[in-house]
Nanobody
Framework: QAQLVESGGGLVQPGGSLRLSCAAS????????MGWYRQAPGKQRERVAT???????NYADSVKNRFTIIRDNDNSRLYLQMNNLTPEDTGVYYC???????WGQGTQVAVSS
């Protein structure tokens, strides 16, 4: 069964940066679009960014020019570099294979002074 394991969340001040990591099973990473989704307190889950096997990224408008999704196909790892964080970025971040609805357990990101 495919597995996704996230790490790298934490508490950061507004304007700070965090880098999330996702370790994925080889069998799923090699063939599918990968993505990061998030769920803020009291809100529905939303797509943050996705990236194709050929590394073409796509971002939600709210994170463009601040977040970068990175795909390491050789090591089956997905990253999300988050810069200039704001309190609105607070939430649980999930590594996802959207086409087959496989989700990691999530990692908490809190942006607060």
């Amino acid at each position: 069964q495919a597995q996704l394991v996230e790490s790298g969340g934490g508490l950061v001040q507004p304007g700070g940066s965090l880098r999330l990591s996702c370790a994925a099973s080889n069998d799923i990473f090699a063939h599918y679009i990968m993505g990061w989704y998030r769920q803020a307190p009291g809100k529905q889950r939303e797509r943050v960014a996705t990236i194709s096997v050929s590394r073409n990224p796509n971002y939600a408008d709210s994170v463009k020019n601040r977040f970068t999704i990175i795909r390491d196909n050789d090591n089956s790892r997905l990253y999300l570099q988050m810069n200039n964080l704001t309190p609105e970025d607070t939430g649980v971040y999930y590594c996802v294979v959207p086409n087959v609805s496989v989700w990691g357990q999530g990692t908490q990101v809190a942006v607060s002074s």
